[in-house]
């Protein structure tokens, strides 16, 4: 149980990693890897993998980077459930919750395939956007929603549930 009666966030992040891994596991049951589909002018499905993290960063490391973005991951969505826990503004929960989910369906990549499956990719003037995931998006949505809240003002905590 929570404090207070608060409901949990955690489901929404499960909902995120549900999400992401049932799209990863669809792009790697149906495509080759490699694979590349022209969506529209400016978009491609594509089945490539990533060993490092963001952008590629870290990718030719020789395989040490796995345990450790594996190990981030993994001590980042502790301390995240753990923030969940406290009364918190609807919008930062909202965020760590996205992020949360996100950081646990890479780790699910990393620890069961050794990389992540990116499958995403835009592309415009012969400039591509590095290929990403659904996690990334969890990511990067729940972080950008930590910069918006850091905007807000005062900050309230949402309302407690009677009991």
């Not at 400039?127 to 659904?134: E, I, L």
């Amino acid at each position: 149980m929570y404090p207070n009666g608060q409901a949990s966030w955690v489901p929404l992040a499960l909902v995120v990693l549900a999400a992401d891994q049932a799209a990863k596991s669809y792009i790697d049951a149906t495509t080759p890897l490699g694979w590349s589909h022209s969506v529209t002018p400016f978009f491609n499905l594509v089945h490539v993998l990533n060993p490092g993290a963001a952008f590629s960063f870290l990718a030719g490391a020789g395989g040490w980077q796995r345990w450790f973005f594996l190990i981030i991951a993994v001590a980042i969505s502790g301390w995240l459930i753990w923030m969940l826990r406290a009364p918190r503004p609807r919008a930062e929960s909202l965020a760590f919750s996205l992020i949360l989910g996100g950081a646990l369906g890479n780790a699910f990549d990393r620890a069961a395939r050794g990389q992540v499956i990116d499958y995403l990719d835009f592309h415009l003037g012969g400039w591509h956007w590095p290929a990403f995931n659904v996690a990334d998006i969890g990511i990067a949505v729940g972080a950008a929603c930590l910069v918006l809240t850091s905007f807000g003002g005062a900050r309230q905590p949402q309302a407690r549930e009677k009991t």
